[in-house]
């Protein structure tokens, strides 16, 4: 009889270092593959072991490596390499990735009390920072960036500071390129002189509006409140005022993860919207009843979801970006009305990769351009000034089109996964990208600042991970 070693049940891919996701100790993490997904299994000396899910496509997961590309830095440092990642948040000099995009949070009131806020933010809180707070935050961000891509004034609720149009002309007055206000929409649905001035705000400014769900279950679910109508006048108003909007969905299994589809096409019938960001539920701040086991949604099922039930974007329309292919996906298109062409698909990864960031010509793409005419109504053979279409993204390569496609013609899908106690790896978020700039001069990864470093600067990530230093 052949004796037959006992086989370990799974693919043993790497090793990365996680936390523990009890007492947020970082922990080894083992990284395996079963069947089509992918696992850590950690343990931790107090807490025993813990395995967790954290992709559902062992392929996709694999390929994220494949679109990686030295990283920008930014032009200072704010704090010191001493203790190790991720312990000297930041930026510190071990990091590898500048701020691709800045959030600036300029109060934590707001005028709901959402389910799962990362901020913790609701009517009890009572903090709006003064001008002068937010503008030594712009500076901070402008002194380590010179020339900012993208800026967030976010909160809490932004639209009620009492001061939020000296606050948006002030981010305008700096060299910012591209600013955006993040909203549950409340006041957007109910001023209409607030849109007016917002559109004054125009061309480089745009709004990024709550809309995870068109059910009132879900809204209630996440949000606390049926927002549907809220949200639809929003819109609408936007809209009217011609006002680019992007609109950001965070997804709970089991909650609106089958309206993922009817979402991007629903956004596709307002021609102010320029793309959804999806964000699966990041376990931080405030998050109520949430169970590992059941509500995790996962970067791979948003993407899987997209390509299956949207009609727009295929699956492998959807790309790594490549300055954080763990945390982000894009799916990036031009569009005509509903249709969508996703330039993503016509351009070979070795060319994206290699152009980026500077410009590559639609020209060189044959069924590219012939789509880009088409939407032009011009004829193939015509002549037509390039210009570069505007991209949010900096580490992508710009698309050079004819000038007569402007910015209302980009549509995108992003999928973007923080990390958390769950799939919090070490690797992946000395690459985050998307960054908070503290009152005290600090700029912080976003997943860092939710996980430790948001509860106030006297709670240091080691009192909050109990390690000593
Ligand atoms: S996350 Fe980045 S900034 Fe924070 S400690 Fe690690 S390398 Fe430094």
């Avoid at 996709?60 to 001493?82: M, N």
Wanted: hydrophobic fraction near 35%.
């Amino acid at each position: 009889m052949n004796f037959v070693r006992p086989s370990k049940g799974y693919t043993f891919y790497g090793q990365t270092t996680s936390l523990c996701e009890t007492c947020l100790r970082l922990v080894p993490a083992k990284i395996v593959f079963e069947d089509n997904d992918v696992f850590f299994l950690k343990r931790c000396a107090e807490h025993g072991a813990q395995k967790t899910r954290i992709a559902s496509d062992v392929a996709y997961y694999k390929s994220c490596k494949d679109w990686l590309k030295p990283g920008d830095r930014p032009l200072v440092h704010q704090s010191r390499t001493e203790h190790g990642c991720p312990y000297d948040c930041g930026l510190c000099p071990d990091h590898e990735q500048h701020s691709c995009l800045a959030l600036i949070e300029v109060n934590d009131v707001c005028n709901l009390t959402c389910p799962v806020c990362f901020a913790g933010s609701s009517p009890a809180h009572t903090n709006q920072r003064t001008l002068a707070e937010i503008e030594f935050m712009l500076d901070t961000l402008v002194e380590s960036e010179r020339e900012p891509d993208l800026v967030q004034i976010s909160g809490g609720e932004p639209t009620i500071h009492p001061q939020i149009m000296e606050i948006l002309r002030l981010a305008k007055s700096k060299p910012i390129r591209h600013i955006m206000i993040n909203t549950n929409g409340i006041r957007i649905a109910r001023d209409k002189e607030f849109v007016k001035q917002l559109a004054e705000l125009r061309p480089g400014f745009e709004v990024y509006l709550q809309f995870d769900s068109m059910r009132r279950s879900a809204l209630e679910n996440l949000r606390g409140a049926d927002l549907r109508r809220i949200r639809e006048q929003a819109l609408a108003n936007l809209e009217e005022a011609g006002i680019s909007t992007t609109l950001v969905c965070v997804i709970k299994k089991g909650v609106n993860d089958d309206e993922i589809g009817e979402i991007v096409r629903h956004a596709l019938t307002y021609s102010c919207v320029r793309g959804i960001t999806f964000q699966p539920i990041q376990d931080a701040g405030r998050n109520e009843g949430f169970d590992k086991n059941t509500d995790r949604m996962l970067l791979t099922d948003i993407r899987r979801e997209i390509g299956q039930h949207s009609g727009v974007f295929d699956e492998s329309d959807i790309i790594p970006l490549p300055c954080n292919p763990d945390e982000i996906a894009i799916g990036y298109g031009l569009r005509d009305g509903t249709n969508v062409t996703p330039i993503t698909r016509f351009i070979p990864k070795e060319e994206i990769l290699a152009a980026s960031p500077n410009t590559i010509s639609f020209e060189k793409y044959p069924e590219l351009r012939r789509r880009v005419f088409d939407l032009m109504s011009l004829s193939v053979t015509g002549e037509a000034t390039k210009s570069v279409l505007g991209d949010l993204l900096c580490c992508l390569p710009q698309v050079e089109v004819p000038e007569d496609l402007g910015y209302d013609k980009v549509f995108r899908v992003v999928i973007v996964q923080f990390l958390d106690r769950f799939n919090f790896c070490i690797g992946a978020v000395k690459r985050s990208c998307i960054h908070f700039v503290t009152p005290q001069g600090k700029i912080i990864p976003f997943d860092t600042y939710n996980l430790f470093y948001r509860e106030g600067p006297d709670k240091t990530l080691r009192e909050a991970a109990h390690v000593h230093a």
